[in-house]
C-alpha cells in the first residue's frame, strides 16, 4: 500500500513558477515510477509527467514539455514537479500517482492517487 500527499499548490501569476511535492507513505516508495496528472474543470484527468523508479527515465506530455520537470528523492519518499513559465491553462487540481515500476501516461494503470492540490495561473 502507498498513501499519497500533495502539497505546494496556490495561485501564481502567469510567467510564474510553482513547486509540487508528493510525499509517499510506505516501505517501497523506490520501486514504484510515479506520475502527476491534472484535470480542469469539466475536463478529463490528463497526465502531465512521469518518472521511472530509479528516476532514470521521465516523460513528459507535449503541453508541459520545457517548462515542467519532474523529479524524485528516493530516500525522502517524495515526488516534485517544477512548473516554470506558467499559463492560465495550466489551471487545475494536479494528483500524483503510483503504479508499479514502469512509466505509463494512461491514468488507468496507476494504482494509487493522492487528493489533490489546486493551482491556479492568473493572466
Known amino acids: 500500500q502507498v498513501q499519497l500527499v500533495e502539497s505546494g499548490g496556490g495561485l501564481v501569476q502567469a510567467g510564474g513558477s510553482l513547486r509540487l511535492s508528493c510525499a509517499a507513505s510506505?516501505?517501497?516508495?523506490?520501486?514504484?515510477?510515479m506520475g502527476w496528472f491534472r484535470q480542469a474543470p469539466g475536463n478529463e484527468r490528463e497526465f502531465v509527467a512521469a518518472i521511472q523508479w530509479s528516476g532514470g527515465s521521465t516523460y513528459y506530455a507535449d503541453s508541459v514539455k520545457g517548462r515542467f520537470t519532474i523529479s524524485r528523492d528516493n530516500a525522502k519518499n517524495t515526488v516534485y514537479l517544477q512548473m516554470n513559465s506558467l499559463k492560465p491553462e495550466d489551471t487545475a487540481v494536479y494528483y500524483c500517482a503510483a503504479r508499479a515500476y514502469t512509466i505509463r501516461t494512461d491514468r488507468r494503470e496507476y494504482d494509487y492517487w493522492g487528493q489533490g492540490t489546486q493551482v491556479t495561473v492568473s493572466s
Open positions: 510506505g516501505r517501497t516508495f523506490s520501486s514504484y515510477a
